[in-house]
């Protein structure tokens, strides 16, 4: 069966953003109205034992459960809310190779061997996807192709530079596009020129989550929602404290990104979480045509980018904006909405279905941060916006330090990690003031 056919039904909902800190419900977006059917999965009750604990079922701890129950252990999954109900359930779906900074200024800033030991890894992630959802039949609607989209002159250069660098780093499935080809694929005039990456595309990513928590169920794992985690006692074993029960855990993975907390205040010191507002449109019916006939998803390549892709039953799905905080805008509509006016002006009089909101976690270096808060107890954090791709990726590094296996790990636990200047007080007021710097930039096309 088609991915087209497949699709559960969906209707309008109430465009409306919910789904926040302290909610247990998935936001009301496109994705949780037509995600996969899920079974109950019970809170934790009482004192059970496990090899390995992770905290967070969102694409960091799903990954890496999988990886792990693949190679035997026994693993428990704590869920402070739902399957995927953070960022790894309502992101623009789009499978985006390397990290928010790229292996240029990886080198520059850390030396050669840091950039070559991360360059190796900066493709896989969307092999691991891919794989994941052929191996175990995972029925997240993919499609392949991705696209950068350049608006400016100076930013068709970067493309060219973009291209040169992933290529020397043995990357070669891209295709630059001009003006012309760009339009022709993407149905706006807006674009000067576009570099498609064959090797990516895009899926429904709250389906993917709960695709990779049945797969991972049906291995043994067990996931328990609803089970808020109040404390990590250290020891060996660890004791992961939650509700009414405990985990017992020779290891624990803390996975919870920008949904953390104060669980531990080492880690949000380092990090600030930022809100992106997602729209999705009526389906486009007989319209689709006009509007990304190739089916590829696009990001631009603005500091503060739209992104904007197809779902199976043809809703153009539109993203973008950053609110610094994670502060939970009361009219997303009016944010998104002149966004996908600009690029596709004949949906002038289309419907919104959808709107919502939801969080990702920024570093002040635009790396993520990767590493031990004890001897057994280990964490990742802070994609900066390369969530999809890099969660799946460092899951199965995780898998292998809990193997003995550290090479891959050290390469990213040896990065520095930095607290934002001014602490939680000042930390907003800085990031959005350089963001509207390189926005500005953007805008005057320097």
Known sequence: MSAHASILKAGPAPVQALGQPGSTTHAPSYYAASGLPQPERPPLQGRVEADVCIIGAGYTGLSSALHLAEAGFKVVVLEAARVGWGASGRNGGQLVHSYSRDMDVIE??????????????????????????????????????????????????????????????????????????????????????????HSTGHVHPLRLAQGEAAAFEALGGVIHELSAVTRIERGEPAVVHAGRGQVKARFVIVACNAYIGDLEPQLAARSMPCGTQVIATEPLGERFPEILPTEQCVEDCNFLLDYFRLSADRRLVYGGGVIYGARDPAHIESIIRPKMLKTFPQLKDVRIDYAWTGNFLLTLTRLPEVGRLASNIYYSQGCSGHGVTFTHLIGRVLAEVIQGQSERFDAFASLPHYPFPGGRLLRVPFTALGAAYYDLRDKLGL
Do not use: N
């Open 108 to 197: 520059a800033r850390h030396g050669q061997d840091a950039a070559r030991a991360l360059g190796r890894m900066a493709f896989e992630g969307a092999e691991i996807i891919k794989a994941r959802i052929a191996r175990y039949g995972i029925d997240c609607h993919f499609r392949p192709g991705g696209v950068f989209a350049a608006i400016t002159d100076k930013q068709v250069h970067q493309l060219e530079h973009h291209k040169a660098l992933w290529e020397r780093y043995g990357h070669t499935q891209l295709e630059l596009r001009d003006g012309r080809q760009s339009e022709a694929a993407i149905g706006s005039r807006r674009y000067r020129a576009t570099l498609l990456d």
